[in-house]
């Protein structure tokens, strides 16, 4: 909790003023018991109603100033833990917006959500409660020892025998509770994991009949996580009824040795009554710390977590340099001796790949299923940095552009299509906000879209549901092509994005975008050989090495691997 400090220095004046109310709240608090004594002892024994009713006009005006106070304390609380909260989702989304993709696929989408919300409500909620509790808790407990001393030094050591073993049982929970709120939120992950897979691949489910099986993985992430719960709750349970023992038998003593002490003459009754609500004060006060005990343990594992993203450093960092001037005479992108590896102790996933595409270029990446081809590509906008060798766009390493120059030049179509939620037209211009709508209607025709889209009742304002499913496979492949062609970019790198069409629409494809992309540099991933077949360059991927680069003549001929594809998919003469 202590490093998300930061996110409340805009709000200083809030958590300076509101502690203090609360203070004003607790010191009015612990008056109380001496009026009610003044009471008792001498408008009461000397039977003066105009003396009860005047302290008892006093007890009301304390009441409405303790409940001013609260009050103010509560809109300062609520504006600062409200307002941090705020900071803190945005700092955390801001973060994560930074990290490469190889942090992302550490820490997991699930995690990263639960921590955007559930745990920053945690710390949210903690800093109300500190602003609100944490002064006045401690205040009331060594206030009521220090007015329990005035009356009697004696019977106040009751009090800081009650004191201390109450802390000692606070402290023992706090100890115990720590992991075990650590665990429940990082099972909290696996419910929200477990939920994604569900809700994303229900139809998968539907045609394999699994909902049966579904409901028992929930069940067990959910079970899981109550069964920690109920643990934790068990522990933190034992906080009220140790507290109200101890208190009770403190009470109990102080009644008894009180007594003593009236009949002998030594107190009077008000002031053992004043001691008894003292005592009463320190059960409330003891309680609320159990509770904030518990909430604070709650956040400081949930703030933990926060800090965990705060604290990862993504291995993908721009320079702070100028714009890159582009060597036009060189090739357009260059791989020297590359390697990768997702992990440092796993086996590389490229070795030492070579080649070179110049401008202009229509670029095939054929290979089986995990030879390497998607993590190839994405080395060329920095996805990932090398583990050793260089890629190099315009005679420059890609490590020396700043991402906004790079991946600027770039349209990008990944395996998976993603739309966004809003219309059609919102997501034409997701790469080019000031594209019009003759250029978006060109991409649309390019990428063979523009046909089902003019159908659509209302054209480019036709609304784009979550992830697009109200489209098909696909349509929203050809979209997601639409949008990469509307910003018009020097590089188009196509990840396998023909796999949903049907052969005529992948040849319509390729012809319409050898046609008006002439300028382009196109890259295309693909399984299919048919698709590569016309290329000006056809890279073979095959086991993280380059098994064949060339023309597809030239790669029938000489390169087993690139044969072997041809002829399981065509036979005979049509391979060639």
Same mark, same amino acid.
């Given at each position: ?5 930061? $996110?409340?220095? =805009? ?10 109310? /609360? ?24 039977? =003066? ?85 944490? !002064? ?22 009751? $009090? ?14 706090? !100890?115990?509770?720590?992991?075990? *709120?650590?665990?429940?939120? /990082? ?139 582009? =060597? ?18 796993? #086996? ?8 070179? %595409? ?6 095939? %990446? ?6 390497? /081809? ?25 490590? =020396?552009?700043? *991402? ?15 739309? $966004? ?15 019009? #709508? ?87 991933? !693909?399984?299919?050989? !048919? ?46």
């Amino acid at each position: 909790m202590f490093k998300l400090r930061r $996110f409340l220095k =805009d709000y200083k004046k809030e958590c300076i003023i509101g502690p203090l109310c /609360k203070l004003f709240e607790a010191i009015l608090e612990l008056l109380v018991p001496l009026v009610m004594a003044r009471i008792i002892d001498v408008g009461i024994a000397n039977r =003066d109603p105009a003396y009860v009713w005047g302290m008892g006009g006093l007890l009301v005006g304390l009441a409405v100033l303790g409940w001013s106070s609260a009050m103010f304390t509560q809109y300062f609380a609520s504006r600062a833990s409200q307002g941090a909260g705020t900071k803190i989702r945005r700092a955390l989304y801001e973060h994560i917006n930074l990290l490469s993709h190889a942090e992302l696929d550490s820490l997991g989408t699930p995690s990263l959500i639960t921590r955007i919300t559930n745990d920053t409500n945690q710390v949210q909620q903690s800093i109300a409660m500190m602003i609100r509790l944490l !002064t006045r808790a401690p205040f009331i407990i060594a206030g009521s020892l220090v007015m329990a001393m005035t009356i009697n030094l004696q019977l106040s050591l009751i $009090f800081f025998g009650a004191a201390v073993l109450i802390a000692l049982t606070l402290w023992l929970v706090m !100890t115990k509770s720590v992991p075990m *709120f650590a665990a429940m939120q /990082k099972k909290l992950d696996r419910i929200g994991l477990v939920a994604r897979e569900n809700l994303s691949g229900n139809r998968v489910i539907r045609a394999f009949s699994k909902q049966k099986a579904e409901c028992v993985r929930i069940d067990d992430a959910t079970g899981d996580y109550a069964r920690t719960a109920v643990r934790v709750s068990r522990l933190s349970a034992l906080l009220s009824p140790v507290t109200y023992a101890v208190t009770d038998i403190a009470i109990i003593l102080i009644l008894w040795f009180g007594a003593v002490k009236v009949d002998t003459g030594e107190m009077r009754t008000g002031e053992i009554v004043a001691l008894v609500s003292y005592m009463t004060q320190i059960l409330l006060a003891m309680i609320v710390v159990a509770n904030l005990v518990t909430i604070m343990t709650r956040s400081s594992a949930s703030a933990k977590r926060i800090n965990e993203v705060f604290e990862t450093v993504p291995t993908v960092v721009e320079k702070e340099n100028a714009e890159v001037v582009p =060597d036009l005479s060189a090739p357009k992108i260059e791989f020297e001796d590359v390697s990768f590896n997702y992990s440092d102790d796993g #086996d590389e996933e490229l070795s030492k790949v070579s080649f070179k %595409i110049m401008r202009g270029q229509t670029v095939g %990446i054929i290979g089986g299923t995990g030879s390497g /081809k998607s993590t190839l590509i994405n080395l060329i906008p920095r996805f990932y940095d090398v583990g050793s060798g260089r890629v190099s766009v315009d005679g420059a390493d890609v490590r =020396d552009y700043p *991402f906004a120059q790079l991946r600027g030049q770039m349209g990008v179509v990944p395996q998976q299509s993603v739309l $966004f939620s809003g219309t059609l037209r919102d997501n034409m211009k997701w790469r080019n906000k000031s594209a019009s #709508d003759d250029e978006i209607i060109r991409a649309l025709k390019t990428a063979q879209a523009y046909e089902f889209v003019s159908k659509l009742p209302d054209g480019l304002d036709s609304r784009v549901e979550q992830g697009g499913k109200n489209f098909s496979g696909g349509q929203r492949q050809r979209l997601c092509i639409a949008r990469a062609l509307a910003g018009d970019p020097e590089v188009l790198i196509l990840d396998d994005s023909f796999s949903a069409l049907d052969l005529a629409t992948d040849a319509a494809l390729r012809r319409a975008l050898k046609e008006n992309t002439r300028n382009m540099t196109v890259i295309i991933v !693909t399984q299919r050989s !048919t698709t590569v077949k016309n290329a000006d360059l056809i890279l073979v991927v095959s086991d993280g090495t380059l098994a064949g680069k060339g023309t597809h003549e030239e790669l029938f001929e000489s390169c087993e691997v690139y044969r072997d594809i041809c002829l399981s998919q065509q036979s005979g003469e049509a391979a060639v």
